[in-house]
């Protein structure tokens, strides 16, 4: 077994993922290859959804953050899950519609929403928005007002967190383009604001202070700090707020180094906390929102390559070129995010040499991963790199006019297509 129940070595000795042998995959589906298992998705969404029942008894609901991997198939399993969907733009909220995803269990973010996006959200009946700034909240007001609707709404909050992780995925700092702040008094313009306008509800409060994070403290820190500005709102304006988003950004295992706090004692500890604040304020208890992302699909994931040629540079390094690269996994090159890279058909045969796995596109930065342990390979070899089904397919880009890779789901150990593999013709789509 290698980091999550998803991936094992079957009697041929080849890796496997969700009862699935990898190399047959590859020989079935080409490469590279997106695959990810629906058990794994759905038993995370289940704890998600049972955590918020026992620590919140029921009064509460994840949501998942499509942006972290938006397809129609993904948008049915959340859906039957029982979970609500983050949609963070016109093309997320179009695939959500798409796959039938109720549109009053939508929450629209997004730090920059266009009015068509908006007009789009309200026509489909979105329930609910997260707004923010106030150019968006005025917008939004006004094009309610002239379909004769009120849009229920939250504020985005910053709320001055510094929530130790990679400082691009990190959000809840003053310094962040998202939200209104709360130390300069801007929030609670805000909040006055949006009680003062007619066909904006202002529900709630939503905050996301990062992502991939490993420490249950910056949780539980924000959590207070939110349940604090909910009495200071309460106070000073007479306004219940009912509703607290406390966003996303739970740690996954990627490599063994990894040490995730399990999800389930985040939860316990969080709602802990927000109980005991809001007992020590006298205020009610908000329905709680979540929006969990990485943790429902990133273990779920592997991508397949097929090694394309292997290059020795005596006292350099040795290169492993694949046929993917930063165009289905731009992470390391933006991140330097670390991966668990395996040979598919000897995934438990010992290391011999450390190799750098290369990307095929024309720039040297195009790696997936360096400083892998791997045992002697060759061309025409498949590699696995696991935990790839966050953040990965949706950051996919066509540079170098690469195809993206098919995706395929697999189910106690029957693969089927998700989403097809580009072809050289959707490339040229809407060339003119
Ligand atoms: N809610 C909001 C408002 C968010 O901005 C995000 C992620 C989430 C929820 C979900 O967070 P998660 O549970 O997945 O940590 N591309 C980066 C990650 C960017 C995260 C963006 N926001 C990466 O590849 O690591």
Excluded: W
């Amino acid at each position: 077994m290698f980091l999550s129940d998803t991936f094992s070595v079957n009697e041929r000795g080849h890796l496997t993922v969700g009862g699935c042998d990898t190399i047959d995959l590859a020989g079935e589906f080409g490469t590279p290859l997106y695959v990810l298992d629906e058990n794994k998705i759905r038993s995370t969404c289940r704890m998600y959804q049972d955590s918020i029942q026992q620590y919140y008894h029921g009064k509460g609901c994840a949501l998942y953050a499509s942006k972290t991997f938006s397809c129609k198939e993904i948008c049915r399993i959340v859906q039957q899950e029982g979970l609500g969907l983050d949609v963070v733009s016109g093309g997320e909220l179009y695939t959500a519609l798409e796959a039938g995803f109720p549109p009053e269990r939508i929450h629209f973010h997004g730090s920059n929403k266009t009015a068509h996006e908006i007009q789009f959200a309200l026509d489909a009946g979105v329930g609910h928005f997260v707004v923010d700034n106030l150019t968006e909240l005025h917008t939004l007001d006004a094009m309610a007002r002239q379909m004769g609707k009120t849009a229920d709404i939250s504020l985005r909050i910053k709320p001055g967190i510094d929530a130790h992780t990679h400082e691009a995925v990190m959000t809840g700092q003053i310094d962040s383009k998202f939200g209104f702040a709360l130390e300069t008094g801007e929030a609670l313009e805000a909040v006055r604001a949006a009680i003062a306008l007619q066909n904006v509800c202002l529900k709630g409060l939503h905050n996301h202070i990062g992502s991939q994070i490993f420490d249950v403290a910056p949780f539980q820190e924000a959590a207070r700090v939110m349940t604090n500005f909910i009495a200071q709102i309460k106070k000073e304006t007479g306004t219940a707020i009912e509703e607290l988003n406390l966003g996303g950004g739970f740690g996954i295992k990627y490599t063994e180094n990894d040490q995730p706090v399990p999800y389930d004692a985040y939860m316990r500890e969080i709602s802990q906390t927000i109980f005991q604040n809001c007992e020590d304020l006298g205020i009610e208890i908000p329905y709680i929102y979540m929006e969990p992302g990485r943790s429902i699909v990133g273990e779920a994931g592997l991508t397949l390559y097929q090694i394309g040629s292997v290059k020795h540079i005596p006292n350099v390094r040795t290169y492993v070129s694949v046929d993917g690269g930063m165009t289905d996994n731009p992470r390391y090159a933006l991140y330097g995010s670390e991966y668990t890279v395996l040979a598919a058909a000897q995934p438990d045969a010992p290391a011999t040499q450390t190799v750098t796995i290369a990307g095929r596109c024309c720039e040297s930065g195009d790696l997936i991963q360096e400083h892998i342990p791997l045992p002697q390979v060759q061309p025409g070899d498949i590699l696995a790199v696991l935990c790839t089904g966050a953040y990965n397919y949706s950051m996919a880009s066509n540079y170098n006019r690469v195809p993206r890779p098919a995706v395929v789901m697999v189910r106690d150990g029957v693969p089927r297509l998700a989403i097809r593999r580009e072809s050289y013709e959707d490339l040229v789509r809407n060339d003119v």
